[in-house]
Nanobody, 126 residues
Framework: QKHLVESGGGSVQAGGSLRLSCTAS????????MGWFRQRPGQAREMVAAVDSDRTTTYGDSVKGRFTIYKDYVKKILYLQMNSLKSEDAAMYYCAAGEGGPFGGKLKIPEYYNFWGQGTQVAVSS
């Protein structure tokens, strides 16, 4: 029933680190394009980082150099390591998976993903 389940969210001080996990199951194959998106109240959902079916990675401009996305292809777990967290990183973070990749430049478009997790909240205190 639940194909994607996120965990690892919480509250952290600015400058701190956090690692999010997304466990895939059922139909979702570990090679599917997958990504992390975040959404703040009143704002559109935006891509944070994604991994394509050919293992190419891409990052949102605001997180480059601070965040790292990687997969455990055996356990089917997608991770997002977040370092040097800023107040603007606070949001609900969602894990997503698509089909038919590679997506290439389409990785940043939410509408191309078929599966979504319930989200995990990240809070950053100053």
């Amino acid at each position: 029933q639940k194909h994607l389940v996120e965990s690892g969210g919480g509250s952290v001080q600015a400058g701190g680190s956090l690692r999010l996990s997304c466990t895939a199951s059922g139909y979702i194959d570990s090679t599917f394009p997958m990504g992390w998106f975040r959404q703040r109240p009143g704002q559109a959902r935006e891509m944070v980082a994604a991994v394509d079916s050919d293992r190419t990675t891409t990052y949102g401009d605001s997180v480059k150099g601070r965040f790292t996305i990687y997969k455990d292809y055996v356990k089917k777990i997608l991770y997002l390591q977040m370092n040097s967290l800023k107040s603007e990183d606070a949001a609900m973070y969602y894990c997503a998976a698509g089909e038919g990749g590679p997506f290439g430049g389409k990785l940043k478009i939410p509408e191309y993903y078929n599966f979504w997790g319930q989200g995990t909240q990240v809070a950053v205190s100053s």
